[in-house]
Nanobody, 127 residues
Framework: QVQLVESGGGSVQAGGSLSLSCAAS????????MGWFRQAPGKEREGVAA???????SYADSVKGRFTISRNNDKHITYLQMNLLEPEDSAKYYC?????????????????????WGQGTQVTVSS
């Protein structure tokens, strides 16, 4: 059973930085693509960043140049470094594992019916 646990959320002022981590367990011999998603109240869940099993990455236009996704396959941890945060980045952030998908395909996922998801961590950016 795949389990994902996010950490690192919190409150920060605009222009600040936060680093999120997603610790995974229960992976089989296959290495999934990993994605970070976010959902603000009243809004749809959206893909923020994703990284494939080959290390390829994909980002939402709104975070390009500010967010960086990375992974440590040995430790089964995926990271999201968020810089130059804006109030519009405020949301609950979720990580997800998607088997047999590329990074760009993972980024496009909206439904939690696909893959495995964590419980999320809150990020609040004040102006």
């Amino acid at each position: 059973q795949v389990q994902l646990v996010e950490s690192g959320g919190g409150s920060v002022q605009a222009g600040g930085s936060l680093s999120l981590s997603c610790a995974a367990s229960g992976f089989t011999y296959q290495i999934p693509s990993m994605g970070w998603f976010r959902q603000a109240p009243g809004k749809e869940r959206e893909g923020v960043a994703a990284i494939g099993s080959d290390g390829s990455t994909s980002y939402a236009d709104s975070v390009k140049g500010r967010f960086t996704i990375s992974r440590n396959n040995d430790k089964h941890i995926t990271y999201l470094q968020m810089n130059l945060l804006e109030p519009e980045d405020s949301a609950k952030y979720y990580c997800a594992a998607m088997y047999r998908m590329t990074a760009s395909q993972t980024l496009g996922i909206r439904s939690t019916n696909f893959g495995h998801w964590g419980q999320g961590t809150q990020v609040t950016v004040s102006s």
